[in-house]
């Protein structure tokens, strides 16, 4: 069991509580507005915390120093980013993902190596894919034999810089495309991960859990 912080008690927030509880995870969501709660099924058990979801001590109300990820889905696209930065950088959430409605501000965002799901192509779906790892066999395409598929990889910040034959090398399997400043791009000869880069691969479903070990941990030292 994990603990998960969301900031924005709307109704994808409070599907997304509701999922995570259901998924045996203890869930903590925050609003401004103590009435949004009332989204929430009979029988949450999760924390409710009133308050500004980038303010430091409405974070720690939610407990978010022991949260495993932190979902920003509120209406606002600056409220939504601030509050992801903090979480990363003041309380070193290691998995973020921030909700926004202007698809123009993705390359700004995407600077600050901060995951984003526009809402023009939103679902939940997405954003437990970004904040719950083992949403991410589900995919985003499966060819009819159901042994391969394609799909978001996570990467330690230590794959910054290498080149992307690299990462196939090592996790043996195929980088599809990259998405770099919200936009798709196809993989050259000389293509390096860069931060905020979303990779995706194809793979093959059986080594799902060997890959995703080897690419959330740090690139081996290259022998001298």
């Given at each position: 069991?994990?603990?998960f912080v969301i900031m924005g008690c709307?109704?994808?927030?409070?599907?997304l509580a509701h999922?995570?509880?259901?998924?045996?995870?203890?869930?903590?969501?925050?609003?401004?507005?103590?009435?949004a709660f009332r989204r929430l099924r009979t029988g949450f058990s999760g924390r409710r915390v009133t308050g500004v979801g980038f303010d430091r001590e409405t974070l720690k109300q939610a407990d978010i120093e022991n949260a495993y990820a932190f979902a920003a889905v509120s209406s606002g696209d600056n409220s939504n980013v601030l509050a992801t930065r903090v979480a990363r950088e003041t309380f070193h959430v290691q998995h973020v993902v921030a909700r926004i409605y202007d698809p123009g501000r993705a390359e700004i965002y995407q600077r600050l190596g901060i995951p984003t799901v526009a809402a023009v192509r939103w679902s939940a779906d997405q954003v437990l894919r970004r904040i719950l790892p083992e949403a991410n066999i589900s995919g985003d395409f499966r060819e009819p034999s159901g042994r391969l598929i394609l799909t978001e990889v996570t990467l330690h910040p230590g794959w910054i810089g290498?080149?992307?034959?690299?990462?196939?090398?090592?996790?043996r399997c195929r980088?599809?495309?990259?998405t770099r400043?919200?936009?798709?791009?196809?993989?050259?000869e000389d293509t390096s991960y860069q931060q905020g880069d979303t990779v995706h691969v194809m793979l093959r479903v059986a080594e799902d859990a060997e890959i995703t070990r080897i690419l959330a941990s740090a690139p081996a030292k290259e022998s001298e």
């Open positions: 069991m994990a603990h709307g109704r994808v927030g409070a599907t999922t995570l509880e259901d998924a045996g995870h203890s869930v903590a969501i925050i609003d401004q507005d103590d009435r290498r080149h992307i034959m690299d990462i196939e090398r090592a996790a980088v599809a495309y990259l400043f919200g936009e798709g791009m196809l993989v050259a």
